[in-house]
Structure formats: C-alpha cells, structure tokens
C-alpha cells in the first residue's frame, strides 16, 4: 500500500520560512519523480516543484529563487524549504510520486502565511 504523509504545514508571518517534508512507503522511492503541488482556496491544484530521482529540479516560475526542493533516497523522503514566504503562498501542499501511468497523492499539509 501506497503512503505518502506530508509534514511541517503551519502559519507563518510574510517574509518567514517554512520547510516541508513527505515520507514515503509502499513504492520504490528512487525510481520516481518525486513532487510538491498547491492548491489555494477556488483555485486549481497547481505544481510547485519537482525532483527526478538523479536530483534534478523543476520549479514554478512563482517559487523560483525563493523553494528549494530536496530528495533523499536512503530515507525516502522528499523535503520543500520554503523561504520569503508570501500570503499568495497560501494552499493545502501535497506531496505527489510519479513514475509512468503511476501517480501517488498524500492527503495534504496547510500552509497558512499571514501579512
């Protein structure tokens, strides 16, 4: 069975910093892309990041320079730092593990910036 369990959410002034983590079971970590996406209240889940199992990085144009998103294959376990954090950052982030036709979704963490 398939678990992807996200932690470290929370509420945080403007300008703060806040560091995701997803842990996860079930699936042959290094194998597969690993990601983060958002979803704000009436708006469409949209991508955050992303880490290929070499450690390859992609990222939204609206987080770049300010997310770094991590791997580690030992621990599986993929992390979101998140710095100079902005109310428009505010969304339920979920972790999600791709590889093919397969595609996983933990249940969630809120991020909450106040300004």
């Known amino acids: 069975q398939v678990q992807l369990v996200e932690s470290g959410g929370g509420l945080v002034q403007a300008g703060g910093s806040l560091r995701l983590s997803c842990a996860a079971s079930?699936?042959?970590?290094?194998?597969?892309?690993m990601g983060w996406y958002r979803q704000a209240p009436g708006k469409e889940r949209e991508l955050v990041a992303t880490?290929?199992?070499?450690?390859?990085?992609n990222y939204a144009d609206s987080v770049k320079g300010r997310f770094t998103i991590s791997r580690d294959n030992a621990k599986n376990t993929v992390s979101l730092q998140m710095n100079s954090l902005k109310p428009e950052d505010t969304a339920v982030y979920y972790c999600?593990?791709?590889?093919?036709?397969?595609?996983?979704w933990g249940r969630g963490t809120q991020v909450t910036v106040s300004s």
């Open positions: 999600n593990a791709a590889l093919r036709r397969a595609d996983h």
């Open positions: 079930g699936i042959i970590f290094s194998f597969y892309v």
């Open positions: 880490i290929t199992s070499g450690g390859a990085a």
